[in-house]
T-cell receptor, first 113, second 113 residues
Framework: DGGITQSPKYLFRKEGQNVTLSCEQN?????MYWYRQDPGQGLRLIYY???????QKGDIAEGYSVSREKKESFPLTVTSAQKNPTAFYLC????????????FGPGTRLTVL | AQSVTQPDIHITVSEGASLELRCNYS??????LFWYVQSPGQGLQLLLK??????LVQGIKGFEAEFKRSQSSFNLRKPSVHWSDAAEYFC???????????FGTGTKLQVIP
C-alpha cells in the first residue's frame, strides 16, 4: 500500500536534547512538508521541500532543521533551541503537478519533559 | 496575505441531522480550496477540493461543499450526520501550483445520539 509513515507515534525527550522525527513516503511525490499542530491553532508550516537536496523555511522554522537527501524521506530535527517543542507534528507530501493536494501521515506526538 | 476563518470552534449535532460547517477565506485571485478531516491523534484526510469549474463539489463520505465567490465562502455540508463523522474539520486555501497552503483553526464536530 502506498502512503506516508511517521515514526514513532509517541516520543518523549528531556529538555535540552535534540530529537529527530521520521517521515517516509512511497507515493513517488516530489514535495514534502512538515507542520506543527497545537490545540486551537490549526496547522503551521515548519519546513517544506519541493525537490531532493532543496528545502525552504516555513512560517515557524526557528529551532527546527530538516534534510532531503532522498525523495522518499524528509526527517525533521527538533533542536534544543526550540522554546516550546511539545506538540503534534504532521508530515505531508504532494505530487509535483498538483502540489496543493497534500496527503498526510498519521503524525508524531512529541512531549518534552 | 491569504487567510482562512472557521468561525465555529465547536459544533454539536444530533445523529441524522444535517450539518453545515462554515469557512471564509481571503485570497486575491481565484483560490484553490480544500476540506480535510482529522480524527483524534491521527493525520488529516482530504474530503474534497475545489480548483475550478462547478462550484458545488462532491467529496468522500457523503460530504459536499459550495464555493461562493461573492461571499468568499466554501462551506461544508452533509445531509445526514453519522456518529462516525465526529472529528475535527479543517478548511484550507491556496493559490495553486507551489504556493503555500493556509489552514484554518478547525471546527470540532460532536455527534450526539
Amino acid at each position: 500500500d502506498g502512503g506516508i509513515t511517521q515514526s514513532p507515534k509517541y516520543l518523549f525527550r528531556k529538555e535540552g536534547q535534540n530529537v529527530t522525527l521520521s517521515c517516509e513516503q512511497n507515493l513517488n511525490h516530489d514535495a514534502m512538508y512538515w507542520y506543527r499542530q497545537d490545540p486551537g491553532q490549526g496547522l503551521r508550516l515548519i519546513y517544506y521541500s519541493q525537490i531532493v537536496n532543496d528545502f525552504q523555511k516555513g512560517d515557524i522554522a526557528e529551532g527546527y532543521s530538516v534534510s532531503r537527501e532522498k525523495k522518499e524521506s524528509f526527517p525533521l530535527t527538533v533542536t534544543s533551541a526550540q522554546k516550546n517543542p511539545t506538540a503534534f507534528y504532521l508530515c505531508a507530501s504532494a505530487r509535483g503537478r498538483e502540489t496543493d493536494t497534500q496527503y498526510f501521515g498519521p503524525g508524531t506526538r512529541l512531549t518534552v519533559l | 496575505a491569504q487567510s482562512v476563518t472557521q468561525p465555529d470552534i465547536h459544533i454539536t449535532v444530533s445523529e441524522g441531522a444535517s450539518l453545515e460547517l462554515r469557512c471564509n477565506y481571503s485570497y486575491g485571485a481565484t483560490p484553490y480550496l480544500f476540506w480535510y478531516v482529522q480524527s483524534p491523534g491521527q493525520g488529516l484526510q482530504l474530503l474534497l477540493k475545489y480548483f475550478s469549474g462547478d462550484t458545488l463539489v462532491q467529496g468522500i463520505k457523503g460530504f459536499e461543499a459550495e464555493f461562493k465567490r461573492s461571499q468568499s465562502s466554501f462551506n461544508l455540508r452533509k445531509p445526514s450526520v453519522h456518529w462516525s463523522d465526529a472529528a475535527e474539520y479543517f478548511c484550507a486555501v491556496s493559490g495553486g501550483g507551489y504556493q503555500k497552503v493556509t489552514f484554518g483553526t478547525g471546527t470540532k464536530l460532536q455527534v450526539i445520539p
